[in-house]
C-alpha cells in the first residue's frame, strides 16, 4: 500500500513507495507541532491525557500519521479531523508552507516531510 503524494507542478496526487525517507529532524518537527496543535486545543492536561492513551509516541505517529488518524478516530470520532487540521496547521506554520484545508492528514503530513527532506537536501 503506497502513499498518495502532491508533486510540485502536477495536478493531482502521484502513487510512491510503501513509505517516505525519514527524517530525525522531521520526527522532531511533528512530535512539537502535535503536541502544540492539540494543546492549543484540548490544552495540555487534555493533550497529556490523551498522550499516555495513545499506542504510540507522538514522534512514532510521524512515520505512521495514518495510525495517529486511527487512534484520534477512536477517541474523538468526527472531531479528530478539526484536531489533525491543528496538528497540520501548526507543522506547515513550522516548516513556511502554505496550510491547505483540502488535503488530508497523511497526505499533509507526507508533504510537509518531502518537502523538508528536500530542503535538508538542497532540492529546491
Do not use: C
Not at 512514532?60 to 487540521?85: C, D, M, N, Q, W
Amino acid at each position: 500500500m503506497g502513499t498518495w503524494v502532491y508533486k510540485s507542478g502536477h495536478k493531482g496526487p502521484e502513487k510512491r513507495g510503501k513509505q517516505m525517507p525519514e527524517s530525525r529532524e522531521f520526527a522532531n518537527m511533528f512530535q512539537v507541532s502535535v503536541e502544540e496543535g492539540l494543546g492549543n486545543t484540548l490544552g495540555v492536561s487534555v493533550m497529556q491525557t490523551l498522550k499516555n492513551l495513545l499506542g504510540y509516541s507522538f514522534e512514532i505517529y510521524a512515520k505512521k500519521p495514518v495510525e495517529l488518524h486511527r487512534e484520534l478516530s477512536r477517541v474523538f470520532g468526527f472531531g479528530a479531523i478539526t484536531l489533525e487540521r491543528m496538528i497540520t496547521k501548526e507543522l506547515f506554520r513550522r516548516l513556511g508552507l502554505d496550510y491547505s484545508a483540502q488535503l488530508d492528514f497523511e497526505t499533509s503530513v507526507n508533504l510537509a516531510r518531502r518537502d523538508m527532506i528536500a530542503n535538508e537536501r538542497g532540492d529546491n
